[in-house]
């Protein structure tokens, strides 16, 4: 099966400052991608170019194959999305969401969303504006995978939720991929979130991605050396992703642990520390 | 379709409901003091004061966010405008026959009869009708932070509007009975109107950017 999502050279610039430089990946089927980058490195306009909330510069964006997702809207049948805050109509309760769900997707699953709605602990006949955020991050979630959704697209839907909530979702994405094969991009800076569940990691920086490999293959492959002036002139520059100057020493992380010289220690990195070297490090 | 007007329907049905008692009320009070005279201000304040929380609508999608999510649902651009512009015109509507209500009751149960209901209920109609079809394009180009600007000049406009209509009326002499003429002209020149200003937010809204 082709990718579920497969972004291509998208660019998007607000006036004169370019947000997003050759943006490319994908979502295969069966995989969690998790998208990483600091607060203004263009996650949620890569969401609003997918989603054609935005118009893009150039580059194409397609779903299930088809760049246009507005034009068929029964796509978006198979796409569930959560942004970084509830979005859904405030003054309405959870029953008559789900009457408003049942009348606008032909595959709305009654009984999930309940199962869900119960599972989450969430009231039925309150406001959705009265909810806390963690309580509405929990209700877009469940929404999201109300209604056979072949591919999700959560911009930071863990943020805002306790430990035992985030653990509950994160089971629910893995149960979702497992069953329904269907893919996913989570953006989040819960690092421990998408080390957990990720099977591929995109980091982008000011618009530009840095990272995009399996997650099994980036550590088992990627490690940070400490080194002098000296050893730095020793490596290889093919493999050397980024490096931090601590003065006295470099920090070097490198793409392939078999290409170092001999006699240098490597550390085993943790999936906050790739991100910190991606995003603060320089090439 | 369906979601979408039952969504609009959810957000402020308690608002309408209000608002409906609220403009029988007023446009009681004024009718019992003022008398059968100002019976076109009372059959205009039904219909206005019926049509203002529909209006509130992309207000309270906007300020949720839900302007934004609902194009993630399986709709197009085009199915939310006419979601609102079907909403708004069914309001309108019942606001016609309300305000027709409210005046014919006056005229049967008060000493000074009212002539031509349904000249001044179809006017009233017009006014809002006109002044829907220039707000929602401007709500769309200016967004929801402006609504109440925009909605109260939307009023105006079609007030203004009623009556340079109204002037070139006056200007024909047909043989048709006149009260009936008139109506019928600015019902179907609302409806005209109000079509054409759909067209107009369709392409407003296919091209704006959330």
Redesign the interface.
């Known amino acids: 099966m082709t990718n579920l999502l497969e972004l291509e050279n998208i660019s998007k610039s607000f006036g004169n400052s370019l947000v997003l430089k050759n943006v490319t990946f994908n979502v295969p089927p069966g995989s969690i991608v998790g998208f990483i980058g600091d607060n203004g490195s263009g996650k949620s306009t890569t969401f609003k170019s997918v989603l054609g909330l935005i118009s893009k510069d150039g580059g194409t964006a397609k779903i299930f194959g088809e760049e246009n997702i507005h034009k068929n809207a029964k796509i978006k049948e198979e796409v569930g999305v959560v942004f970084d805050a509830m979005n859904l109509p405030a003054h309405l309760t959870i029953k008559q969401l789900n009457k408003v769900f049942i009348k606008m997707f032909d595959s709305w699953k009654q009984d999930d969303f309940y199962r869900l709605v119960n599972s989450f602990s969430l009231p039925t006949d309150k406001k959705v504006n009265k909810f806390s955020r963690g309580m509405s991050m929990k209700l877009s979630v469940a929404v999201a995978l109300s209604h056979n959704a072949q591919l999700l697209l959560l911009d930071e839907a863990t943020g805002g939720l306790d430990p035992s909530s985030r653990e509950q979702v994160l089971d629910e994405l893995k149960r979702f991929v497992r069953k329904n094969n269907g893919g996913v991009l989570l953006s989040s800076h819960i690092m421990s979130d998408v080390e957990k569940i990720a099977s591929h990691i995109v980091i982008i920086k000011d618009g530009e991605i840095l990272l995009n490999e399996e997650k099994d293959k980036v550590f088992a492959s990627y490690t940070i050396v400490d080194v002098n002036e000296e050893q730095l002139t020793l490596l290889n520059k093919e493999i050397v992703v980024a490096k931090r100057d601590y003065g006295t020493y470099f920090s070097v992380l490198v793409s392939d642990k078999k290409e170092l010289p001999n006699g240098l220690n490597s550390k085993s990195i943790s999936m906050e520390e790739l991100s910190v070297f991606l995003t603060r490090g320089e090439k | 379709m ?3 007007l ?2 609009n329907y ?3 049905y ?1 608002s309408i409901l209000a608002y409906i008692g609220l403009a029988i009320l007023v446009s009681g009070v004024i009718l019992y003091f003022a008398g059968a005279m100002v019976s076109g201000i009372a059959a205009l304040l039904i219909i206005l004061l019926m049509t203002l929380p529909s209006l509130e609508v992309i207000k ?2 906007s ?4 302007d ?2 609902v ?7 085009k ?1 939310i405008v006419q979601s609102h512009y079907i909403f708004y015109f069914s309001v309108v509507i019942i606001g016609a026959f309300l305000s027709y209500g409210v005046i014919y009751a006056y005229d049967l149960f008060s000493d000074t009869p009212v002539d031509g209901i349904f000249n001044t209920v179809s006017i009233g109609f017009f006014i809002v009708l006109f002044a829907g079809a220039m707000i929602y394009p401007l709500l769309y180009i200016f967004g929801a932070e402006k609504s109440d600007a925009i909605v109260l000049g939307g009023g105006f406009v079609g007030l203004f509007v009623h009556f340079g209509v109204r002037y070139l009326l006056n200007q024909f002499t047909l043989s048709i009975d006149p009260s009936l003429y008139i109506s019928l002209v600015y019902i179907i020149l609302g409806i005209i109107i109000y079509i054409l200003s759909y067209f107009i937010a369709v392409f407003i809204y296919n091209r704006k ?2």
């Open positions: 369906k979601g979408l039952l969504t959810y957000l402020v308690r309270t999608e300020k949720s966010g839900y934004k999510y194009l993630t649902l399986p709709v197009s651009r199915n950017e959330f």
